[in-house]
């Protein structure tokens, strides 16, 4: 008569499944039976891809889970981070007169636009040097500031932003060029 092992002893940490003249072990999901074939101990899920999670795989007992970094949601699968939106949000600590701009992982408050001597401010983002001071002549016209968010991870080389010249304007002629803000010569203009 066979002897059922797993009810008199059980030499198993977790599943003891009986056989004819023997037994064996079975582990829970998420471990994994050593080598004596009694023991149980934790598989480490993160260690089998980096692709589990999109940000942080963390080890537990049995299983896993992920985690997002400061100013991202745990999206429902689990798996996924999503960018919070303060402004959107209004969870920010803008002054009424700055402008909440939202970049990835967090915010920033941007100053409004001061034009300075001697082009006057037309509209919030836009400075007109009128044609009649003379501290005007060989100044643009207007100066228009546009502020707008590059995601990283993007191919490279890519366009940006597009600008056009009118012609609206006769014998006006157009100078593009970056001003400030390309000392690593990561931008180019064509």
């Known amino acids: 008569?066979?002897?059922?092992?797993?009810?008199?002893?059980?030499?198993?940490?977790?599943?003891?499944?009986?056989?004819?003249?023997?037994?064996?072990?079975?582990?829970?999901?998420?471990?994994?039976?050593?080598?004596?074939?009694?023991?149980?101990?934790?598989?480490?899920?993160?260690?089998?891809?980096?692709?589990?999670?999109?940000?942080?795989?963390?080890?537990?007992?049995?299983?896993?889970?992920?985690?997002?970094?400061?100013?991202?949601?745990?999206?429902?699968?689990?798996?996924?981070?999503?960018?919070?939106?303060?402004?959107?949000?209004?969870?920010?600590t803008c002054t009424s007169q700055q402008t909440c701009f939202n970049i990835p992982g967090e915010y920033k408050c941007l100053d409004p636009v001061r034009c300075e001597e001697p082009y006057l401010q037309i509209t919030e983002n836009r400075c007109m040097c009128p044609a009649e001071n003379p501290g005007c002549r060989d100044q643009p016209f207007t100066i228009l500031y546009r502020v707008m968010d590059m995601v990283s991870g993007r191919s490279v080389p890519s366009d940006i932003f597009q600008m056009q010249a009118t012609t609206r304007y006769p014998g006006a002629y157009y100078i593009f060029q970056i001003k400030s803000g390309n000392e690593g010569r990561e931008f180019y203009m064509r």
Not at 13 to 39: H, I, K, M, W
């Open 1 to 92: 008569i066979d002897v059922n092992e797993c009810t008199s002893e059980n030499p198993c940490t977790q599943t003891c499944v009986n056989t004819y003249g023997s037994f064996l072990c079975r582990c829970e999901p998420g471990y994994e039976l050593e080598a004596d074939g009694v023991n149980c101990s934790d598989m480490d899920e993160c260690s089998f891809s980096e692709f589990l999670c999109q940000h942080e795989c963390v080890n537990g007992p049995g299983s896993y889970y992920c985690t997002c970094p400061s100013g991202y949601n745990l999206l429902d699968d689990s798996r996924s981070c999503q960018d919070i939106n303060e402004c959107e949000n209004r969870n920010f």
